[in-house]
């Protein structure tokens, strides 16, 4: 099994078929407010690479939020049953918000990255720290994690960046193009492994016949192989994905 740097939480544009459904209720007063979702993919990818060996998911999820920004959740998904697990569950919480009447947002979360199932010697199990700053089109996002699997049983620390870009064009499309940066201490225990690698993504949405449609151009550069859970899962592809809400 090779290391598990890639999972969760960016889904739209990484789908390449999806179809979903969501439930929302919210308090009287309007302070609290939780949601589900359900979908259904062809491909599982994140961070340019699939976590199916290309082969279709099922994902949900179940989200708690609080007027002020607080909001916690859990997202789930099958994954490919190379590391002994054929599922992944994600438990998260966060504090998301402006600074004053800036426009600047922010965002700060806790992400733990749980495999039921898998073997005791494999460890996948992890924690990532999330921040990120919004601005007009633009956000900035950073992970760390310091307990990815290194190799030899150790664990490697592990540093993800990614940029990216909304931009609302005529007749209700959206642009959106993202740039990510993995960089990893794995290769201290492995060095024949590459240390980083490069994923980016480009595509259209928009909203027709009550449903959200998306289409997008995904893959990673040539350093990616390395980070990959079966071969070709780090090549690039066009995603389409297109989800309901209600």
Known sequence: MKLRTISALTLAATSLFAASSAMAWESEDGQHSTSASVTLTTDYIFRGISLTDEDPAIQ???????SSGLYAGTWASNISDSADSNIEIDLYAGFANEFGDTG???DVSVLR????GQNSNDELDYTEYLGSLSYSYFTAMIGYTNNIQGGDGKDADEIYYNLAFDYELPYGFGLNAAIGYTDSDRNDYDSTLSDSYMDYT??????FIGLDWSVAYVGTNSDGEDFELGDGTSDDRFVASVSASF
């Open 104 to 106: 600047i947002g922010y």
């Open 60 to 66: 949900g999820s179940f989200d708690y939020a609080h």
């Open 202 to 207: 480009i595509g259209l949405s928009k909203s």
């Open 113 to 116: 990255y749980t495999y039921p």
